[in-house]
């Protein structure tokens, strides 16, 4: 929009110059035609013409090379600041890593926080937050508490930070296994939760399509589930062989489904253990 308004002036200043100069003629030869005017302008006005065509090629030059906006501006300024601040912080890390004698990875897992970290005192107490917090990696851990015995070293915190870093490397088969473990045993406890509630979303189902279908989760985890309902017998169960109804309660993790007339008649399809 700029390169196009500049040229647009320095067009209209050509026509004025030519203009003037060409009035400049007829005022000072009023007896000359306009043809004889016109030839004893033409060179002056082909110079004014030629120095235009310069001035507009060299303000485009200038204007697309060199010209910015405030907006412009201020990008670029933005631009250089967000550059320096990662040069700044390239550089404070490069000079922490040597320093400490840490090595990139140990520095990265460094910068996790849990808390606002000013001292060396808080790095202390975020790594034995996120400890206690046992929402970690073993393997992680131990990078962490390495890195801490490198810079706590010499400090009031060395020998704390140096005796649990010693555990966890020693213990980290163990303390991995129990991760497992209670990761195991949470989801089984989600899964167990799920299968309840699916008994009851299915009770409030089979009585929207008028069936009084009682249903009962039981068992370890949640894992067998029986359907109570006076006309059950073979000719029910087999249809619901035949029309993937077991199968259907299967996926949401139950193992034994049985179905009972609430007396004498009682079959169930079992899945596995």
């Known amino acids: 929009?700029?390169?196009?308004?500049?040229?647009?002036?320095?067009?209209?200043?050509?026509?004025?110059?030519?203009?003037a100069i060409k009035n400049s003629a007829k005022n000072?030869?009023?007896?000359?035609?306009?043809?004889?005017?016109?030839?004893?302008?033409?060179?002056a006005r082909q110079t004014v013409l030629v120095v235009g065509v310069i001035m507009i090629f060299i303000s485009t030059l200038f204007i697309n090379a060199f010209y910015q906006t405030e907006s412009e501006i201020a990008d670029e300024r933005e631009r250089k600041e967000i550059s320096d601040k990662i040069s700044a912080e390239k550089l404070a890390q490069e000079n922490d890593i040597k320093r400490w004698g840490l090595t990139p990875t140990e520095y990265e897992i460094l910068l996790q926080h849990e808390i606002t970290v000013n001292t060396l005192a808080d790095e202390?107490?975020?790594?034995?937050?996120?400890?206690?917090?046992?929402?970690?990696?073993?393997?992680?851990?131990?990078?962490?508490?390495?890195?801490?015995?490198?810079?706590?070293?010499?400090?009031?915190?060395?020998?704390?930070?140096?005796?649990?870093?010693?555990?966890?490397?020693?213990?980290?088969?163990a303390i991995g296994k129990k991760q497992i473990a209670d990761l195991y045993k949470k989801a089984s406890l989600e899964e167990s939760g799920m299968r309840l509630k699916y008994g009851e979303d299915l009770r409030?189902?089979?009585?929207?399509?008028?069936?009084?279908?009682?249903?009962?989760?039981?068992?370890k985890d949640n894992k067998k589930i029986?359907?109570?309902?006076?006309?059950?017998?073979?000719?029910?169960?087999?249809?619901?062989?035949?029309?993937?109804?077991?199968?259907?309660?299967?996926?949401?993790?139950?193992?034994?489904?049985?179905?009972?007339?609430?007396?004498?008649?009682?079959?169930?399809?079992?899945?596995g253990k």
């Open 204 to 219: 409030n189902l089979l009585l929207d399509k008028s069936l009084d279908i009682k249903v009962m989760v039981f068992g």
């Open 124 to 173: 202390v107490k975020n790594a034995y937050k996120i400890l206690k917090s046992r929402k970690y990696f073993v393997d992680t851990e131990v990078i962490r508490f390495t890195g801490m015995a490198k810079k706590t070293k010499g400090s009031e915190f060395a020998k704390r930070i140096e005796k649990t870093r010693d555990s966890l490397i020693k213990n980290k088969e």
């Open 28 to 43: 000072k030869f009023p007896k000359n035609t306009e043809a004889q005017n016109l030839r004893s302008t033409e060179k």
């Open 226 to 271: 029986r359907l109570t309902y006076i006309l059950f017998n073979d000719v029910w169960f087999r249809k619901f062989e035949t029309l993937g109804c077991f199968d259907m309660i299967h996926e949401k993790g139950f193992n034994h489904i049985e179905l009972s007339d609430g007396y004498h008649y009682g079959r169930w399809m079992q899945y």
């Open 1 to 19: 929009m700029i390169t196009f308004t500049t040229i647009l002036v320095f067009l209209f200043i050509i026509f004025l110059t030519n203009s």
